[in-house]
C-alpha cells in the first residue's frame, strides 16, 4: 500500500514518527532525571518507544517506494540515505526504554536484590546513560531526516 486516497503513504506516516519518536525520548530523557516523571510515566515510554519502532520501518518502506515514483534527484537519496539510519536510534531506544523500566519494576528490582549494590548501581548508571544516548541521537536524527527532506520537497518544487 502506497497511498490512501491518491496521496503518498510516506508523508502522512512521517507525521507519526516525527511526533511520536521525540515524545518517547523525552520521556525516556524525563524519566532518567526526574524519578516522580518515571513513576507517572511508567510503562508510557517503552510503549511509545515500541510505536516509534514499528512506525520507523513502515515509513521507510512507504518512502522506498515513493522514491521509485520521483525522478532521481541527489537530494532524495540523501533524505533516502539518512531515512534509514531512524531504526539505527529507534530500536535501541526501545531495548533501553524498556529495560530502564524494567529496572524499576518490583518484579526486577526484587530479582536485582541478589546483587551486591554497586552492580545494581552500576547496571542503573549504564542503562540510563545509553538510554539518553539514543534518545538525544533519536531527535538529532529526526531532524536531520525532517531537514533533508524538506530540502529535498522545496528544492525539486521550485
Known amino acids: ?29 524525563l524519566g532518567v532525571l526526574w524519578p516522580a516523571a518515571r513513576r507517572k510515566l511508567g510503562v508510557i515510554t517503552p510503549i511509545l518507544a515500541l510505536l516509534a519502532l514499528v512506525f520507523v520501518p513502515l515509513t521507510t518502506s512507504a518512502g522506498e517506494s515513493l522514491e521509485k515514483m520521483t525522478p532521481p534527484d541527489a537530494l532524495v537519496e540523501r533524505h533516502a540515505e539518512l531515512g534509514d ?28 536484590a541478589d546483587l551486591d549494590t554497586r552492580a545494581r548501581t552500576g547496571a542503573t548508571v549504564v542503562t540510563a546513560v545509553v538510554l539518553v544516548i539514543f534518545a538525544v541521537g533519536s531527535v538529532v536524527t529526526v531532524y536531520r531526516i525532517g531537514e533533508s527532506g524538506a530540502q529535498a520537497v522545496w528544492h525539486s518544487s521550485s
Not at 502506497?2 to 515524545?23: A, K, Q
Not at 533501553?96 to 523500566?101: K, R, S, V
Open 85 to 112: 539510519q531512524a531504526l539505527i536510534w529507534a530500536a535501541p531506544l526501545f531495548v533501553f526504554a524498556f529495560l530502564w523500566w524494567a529496572l524499576h519494576t518490583g518484579w526486577v528490582e526484587a530479582k536485582l
Open 1 to 29: 500500500m502506497d497511498t490512501i486516497n491518491g496521496l503518498p503513504l510516506h508523508p502522512l506516516l512521517v507525521h507519526v514518527v516525527v511526533v511520536i519518536l521525540p515524545l518517547a525520548a523525552s520521556c525516556a530523557v
